[in-house]
């Protein structure tokens, strides 16, 4: 069973371009949800958090819909330096603690 | 910013040797985290540590993984004979939170 499933990528997309990634969870109970980024054999780090209302960070924008359960993550104006594995997480209560579960990610390449 | 450290960065060792990875996280954080990634997969849960007791377990963390916090300041994750199969990044996670999660920078091991 997948919890949380992604956009199987890579995407290839020259500078400037707008990317959207998308995601599905699979558990209702979730409780909250998140976009990382991941370079290459480095660890995972925040890039936001996602709300029903959506929210945005300069040029990314997040947006959570609990009905669907479907996340999704739009990126405007691509940069080189925006080159990553982008990952969707969900944060639920499992058998005794909160926990993350992480997507498989998203390779995304900024070409100049 | 404060920051959670792991030692070693990388740790090469024979099969059926006892491994002790290491993680220094955020002192004022109550909840503590092993996760692991397999080169090519994604992030996984292995354990939740809380109030100097396991919290939770994946099916991964069987028999052969074991979790301490000795000191107060150190968090460890001792596998007791390893496997191939045990190679991977493993990545130490705090929280005090459940919207602010710290990954520890990973500690890359090889069972040759």
């Known amino acids: 069973r997948k919890e949380v499933e992604q956009d199987p990528g890579p995407f290839n997309v020259p500078e400037g371009a707008t990317v959207a990634f998308n995601c599905t969870y699979s558990n209702s109970a979730s409780q909250s949800f998140f976009w990382y980024r991941q370079d290459c054999r480095k660890e995972p780090k925040l890039l936001m958090s996602?709300?029903?209302s959506g929210n945005e960070d300069g040029r990314f924008t997040a947006q959570l819909n609990r009905a669907s359960q479907y996340i999704s993550l739009l990126i405007r104006d691509s940069k080189l330096s925006d080159s990553a594995t982008y990952l969707c997480?969900?944060?639920?209560?499992?058998?005794?603690?909160?926990?993350?579960?992480f997507g498989k990610g998203t390779k995304l390449s900024v070409i100049p | 910013e404060p920051e959670v450290t792991q030692t070693p960065s990388h740790q090469v060792t024979q099969m059926g040797q006892e491994v002790i990875l290491r993680c220094v996280p955020i002192?004022?954080?109550?909840?503590f985290y092993w996760y692991r990634q397999i080169l090519g997969q994604k992030v996984e849960f292995l354990v939740s540590?809380?109030?100097?007791?396991?919290?939770?377990k994946s099916e991964i963390f069987d028999d052969q993984f074991s979790v301490e916090r000795p000191d107060g300041s150190n968090f460890t994750l001792k596998i007791r004979s390893t496997k191939l199969e045990d190679s991977a990044m493993y990545f130490c996670?705090?929280?005090?939170?459940?919207?602010?999660?710290?990954f520890g920078p990973g500690t890359r091991l090889t069972v040759l």
């Open positions: 996670a705090s929280m005090v939170v459940t919207e602010s999660w710290y």
């Open positions: 996602v709300y029903s």
């Open positions: 540590f809380y109030n100097n007791e396991i919290s939770e």
């Open positions: 997480v969900v944060n639920m209560y499992g058998a005794g603690s909160y926990q993350l579960t």
């Open positions: 002192s004022n954080h109550l909840y």
